[in-house]
């Protein structure tokens, strides 16, 4: 028999409830839904950078993309592959070329006769950034920039060697370069001062005749074969410039800000032997001379200090002299002294080939002390008005040539005895006892090594004290 308790619960809900009845006629229809034109409501990720591929997903709103559905990002972006993922949905792969325009720009579908747009939906930004330019952006400088990498995904490759202090630190994998059109840039040569993971510095050399165009900025990052390329469109555009034309003597010049570079000149004619020395009271300063030769190429640096000097060459020409503080020192005034002229003859090797320099008073401009061995022989002519003056023997000029004198009344006989008093010589003989020739020996000092070589000799006649 049935328990009354197991029956309870269906009685009670039929008590309660009552039996279903037949079913109610339709009601009125609803109004219509939310509905619009076909359009794109989002584009993800919504920034790529130059020099890349990417993966993005363009979302659609009341569209129905077929198969045929081609998305377009405009020039410099080219679409590798799109797929439609759903009616409202696709997934296309692009590559972002390195001279694509940087900033934001449209997005468009377009599926048969109908295209939908969204316009600057979509940002292009340069994957380097070049910024903080220390120096003068000019022709005929030295000038320090850093260099961001703006992709936090695509780090720089900081693989090194050497050990910064016997042998120099060098960023293997790491190559930038500026380009112009598509093609290296001649004129402006950067190298790598410091790297990180996402920073560079670099020391950029700027020839004399460097373009003036905006240039491209690219960096190489990784190992063969796994090469990544980042760039930058129009990361530098290079000042054009005169230089100032120095004058034989002294020039004033000013180093206003840090590491400022200043582009002089000199013409000098044929086989005239060009010193240029730069000076300055200011302690810390550290000016110096980037002597460069007519081409005005770092390519062909002739000499870089605080002297520098060009050797005689047959034919008239022209050197540009680069001032450059390399500590970033700055505020002070400096000056440059300058000699551009034809040089007597070194004197000779031995006292039978002496250099002949005539009547007094005699002048020597440049010579120089080929090494620790070399001899320097010069004749004076002493005449009978001269008999019972001095002679007044001076070297002067390179601060690092220690010079020591001697004079001869012949090539055997001493009239006046090896004299070092340090460095260049200022000597005075006993009087001269009669007229005719006399000679004069310039070599380096028998106390120190040979350190320096270039030296002016004066040698006159004076009354005796």
């Not at 010589?425 to 028998?446: H, M, Q, R």
């Amino acid at each position: 028999m049935r328990s009354s308790v197991a029956v309870l619960p269906v009685l009670v809900a039929t008590v309660l409830f009552g039996c279903k009845g037949p079913e109610g006629a339709q009601g009125p229809q609803g109004p219509a839904g939310p509905g619009g034109d076909p359009s794109l409501s989002a584009i993800v990720p919504s920034a790529v950078y130059t020099d890349r591929v990417a993966r993005v997903t363009i979302s659609g709103f009341a569209t129905e993309w077929s198969a045929s559905a081609t998305p377009d990002f405009g020039d410099g972006i080219d679409v590798l592959t799109a797929t439609v993922a759903s009616p409202t949905a696709i997934v296309a792969t692009v590559h972002i070329g390195a001279d694509a325009e940087t900033g934001p720009r449209d997005v468009s579908v377009t599926d048969g006769d109908v295209t939908v747009s969204y316009a600057g939906a979509f940002d292009v930004e340069p994957a380097l950034e070049e910024y903080q330019e220390t120096g003068t952006v000019a022709q005929g400088s030295v000038l320090l920039s850093d260099v961001a990498m703006n992709d936090a995904t695509t780090p720089f490759d900081t693989t090194t060697t050497g050990d910064g202090l016997f042998t120099p630190i060098t960023y293997v994998n790491l190559h930038p370069k500026y380009t112009l059109d598509g093609t290296d840039a001649t004129g402006i040569t950067p190298s790598i001062n410091g790297a990180s993971s996402f920073g560079l510095q670099l020391l950029n050399l700027i020839d004399v005749d460097a373009p003036t165009e905006a240039l491209d900025l690219s960096v190489d990052s990784g190992p063969e074969g796994r090469i990544l390329t980042s760039s930058q469109p129009s990361a530098i555009q290079i000042g054009a410039r005169t230089p100032t034309v120095l004058e034989n003597g002294s020039n004033d010049g000013h180093m206003e800000d840090p590491f400022a570079s200043y582009l002089y000149s000199i013409d000098v004619p044929a086989n005239a032997r060009l010193r240029a020395t730069i000076s300055t009271d200011e302690y810390y300063a550290v000016p110096g001379i980037i002597l460069l030769p007519a081409t005005g190429h770092f390519a062909d640096i002739l000499d870089y200090n605080s002297t520098v000097t060009g050797d005689p060459i047959d034919q008239d020409t022209s050197y540009y002299l680069i001032v450059w503080d390399n500590y970033g020192y700055a505020g002070y005034d400096y000056t440059i002294d300058v000699t551009a002229s034809v040089p007597v003859p070194d004197g000779n090797d031995s006292c039978n080939q002496a250099t002949d320099l005539g009547s007094l008073p005699a002048h020597v401009d440049t010579a120089g002390i080929a090494d620790q061995a070399d001899q320097d022989w010069y004749t004076v002519d002493v005449s009978a008005g001269d008999v019972g003056k001095v002679l007044h023997v001076v070297t002067s000029g390179d601060p690092n040539t220690d010079t020591q004198v001697s004079v001869y009344s012949d090539c055997s006989t001493v009239f006046f005895a090896a004299y070092d008093s340090g460095y260049q010589e200022d000597i005075v003989t006993g009087p001269l006892p009669a007229e005719g020739t006399y000679y004069v020996l310039i070599e380096n000092s028998t106390y120190f090594p040979w350190n320096g070589e270039q030296y002016t000799l004066d040698v006159t006649a004076e009354a005796a004290q």
